[in-house]
């Protein structure tokens, strides 16, 4: 005999217990970060994906038709937020000083949120695959060119004296990214601090004060200061 169908009040308790489609593609983004920038694209397996997010295959790629897709859109949400930020640095209505901390600060944010992304970005810069020769090479040149944009801003100003501005940027990647980049390593070293968000704090802290003081200003200037 066939079981009879659950009562409504059933299926709506299970549909409420389900994450919601927005909760769920951003709990299989965080993971797939991880896959891939431990394992590399082709590392990574979308079966071993799916069962580390609890889903089906099949229901993996219902919210991502494909692996490659899915790849685009773990580094092309990285680098949209990175690019909104550049933007909101140059646009907002602000002193030199406090746009630069405050944009510090985002990035770090941005890092935060997804801790495997810079290990993720170093290894595709490294590799130099054919994601980054089809189209993420072209995406972090058109993101470093705004941030020269940012650097020469700031010379102009007065601040950065006696640096070249393109190193400047160079100098800005190994303070935002690298950390991210040697997780392993960071985490060992780090051990002291275990509470992630007094993590991110002090990073936040330290990188704005590093930032400030490669413009030539004090470890207090800017916006925010502890």
Do not use: C
Not at 3 to 12: C, G, K, L, M, N
Not at 39 to 44: K, L, M, N, R
């Amino acid at each position: 005999m066939n079981e009879p169908d659950a009562p409504d009040s059933t299926r709506q308790a299970d549909r409420a217990l389900r994450p919601r489609t927005g909760q769920r593609r951003e709990e299989i983004l965080r993971v797939a970060t991880k896959l891939f920038s431990d394992h590399g694209y082709d590392g990574a397996s979308m079966e071993t994906l799916a069962k580390n997010v609890g889903l089906r295959k099949a229901s993996l790629f219902h919210h991502f038709p494909s692996k490659d897709a899915l790849y685009a859109e773990v580094l092309g949400s990285l680098l949209a937020d990175v690019g909104s930020m550049l933007d909101k640095a140059v646009v907002t209505e602000a002193p030199y000083l406090d746009r630069l901390a405050a944009f510090a600060e985002s990035i770090v944010d941005a890092f935060g949120k997804r801790p495997h992304a810079g290990k993720l970005l170093f290894r595709e810069a490294m590799d130099q695959g054919p994601v980054m020769k089809k189209w993420l090479g072209k995406a972090i040149a058109d993101l470093l060119g705004r941030g020269l944009a940012i650097a020469e801003e700031g010379k102009r100003s007065g601040h950065f004296a006696g640096m070249d501005a393109k190193n400047i940027i160079v100098s800005m990647i190994g303070i935002y990214i690298v950390p991210y980049a040697i997780d392993n390593v960071v985490e060992d070293f780090d051990s002291g601090h275990e509470n992630p968000e007094q993590k991110l704090f002090l990073r936040k802290a330290a990188v704005r004060a590093q930032i400030l003081a490669l413009a030539g200003a004090g470890a207090g200037a800017g916006a925010g200061a502890p």
